[in-house]
Each structure stands twice: as C-alpha cells, then as structure tokens.
C-alpha cells in the first residue's frame, strides 16, 4: 500500500482531535515519570494532571493543533517560555526521545514521522532560548 506524503494542512486531519489529545496527555504523563525531565515540569506546572496543568495542556494542544494545520487560536512563543528553567541539552534529547516513543507506538508511521520532524525542527529554537540568560529576548 502507497502512503500519501504528509502536507502540514491535512496532518491534522488525519490524525485528529481526539488522537492528537491522547498523544498529548499520555506522552507529559511519562514526562511526570521521567527522572530527568519531572523535576522541570514540576517545578512550573506542579503535580500532574493538576495544578497549572490543564492550563499548559489546553495551550500545548492549541500550539499542535496549529502546528499540523488544525483550527487554532494558539499566539504564544515557544521559544522565550523556555527560558529560565535550567535547561541543557540532555533535556531535550530525552525530551524528543520520548516523543518518538509515544508517537510510534500511537500513530501510524506516516504521522509519527511527521510530528517527530516537527518536533526535532522546533528543538533548535526551543534549545537557543533555553540556554540564554532570562534577561536576554
């Protein structure tokens, strides 16, 4: 079977609301259990699923939403949200590593890919403002 290529306007499409939500929450609950990435995350958001994280979760859907060429209202900046938190660049190693596994094992291989890319593109940005000083845009 020939697999059409992925187009950002229809990546939405086919993966979906509901699907793009599960991948979403399943993949920040191993994030919670990672000893590595769960201290971060904690520190801003508090304990999950509660505290600030239905908050961050709805603007984190909103962001993948626009992202694959879903209906948004999503405006904020990735990058400068980064900022502060004591990153380096083990934590964005695990941080796409589990990505790509909650991907692959919820998605067809198609979309998997697709978001991974995305996912590995978006680092570089994230990774640049994570490392500078919080009075540095």
């Known amino acids: 079977m020939v697999t059409a290529p992925i187009v950002a306007g229809r990546l939405f499409d086919q993966i979906g609301e509901i699907t793009l939500r ?14 590595l990435l769960a ?4 520190a801003k958001l508090g304990t ?15 962001f993948w939403r626009a992202t694959t060429g879903g209906p948004s209202t999503y405006r904020g900046q990735p990058g400068p949200a980064h900022q502060g938190h004591g990153l380096e660049a083990e ?18 291989p198609p979309e998997a890919e697709a978001l991974l890319k995305m996912a590995s593109r978006m680092r570089v940005n994230l990774e640049r403002f994570a490392t500078l000083p919080l009075d540095k845009p």
Do not use: C, I
């Open 22 to 35: 599960r991948v979403l929450w399943l993949f920040y609950e191993r994030v919670m259990q990672d000893e």
């Open 91 to 108: 934590h964005f190693e695990r941080w796409l590593a589990l990505w790509d596994k909650t991907l692959r094992e919820q998605l067809d």
């Open 48 to 62: 999950f699923p509660k505290d600030g994280w239905p908050v961050h979760m709805t603007r984190l859907e909103g």
């Open 39 to 42: 201290p971060v995350f904690r």
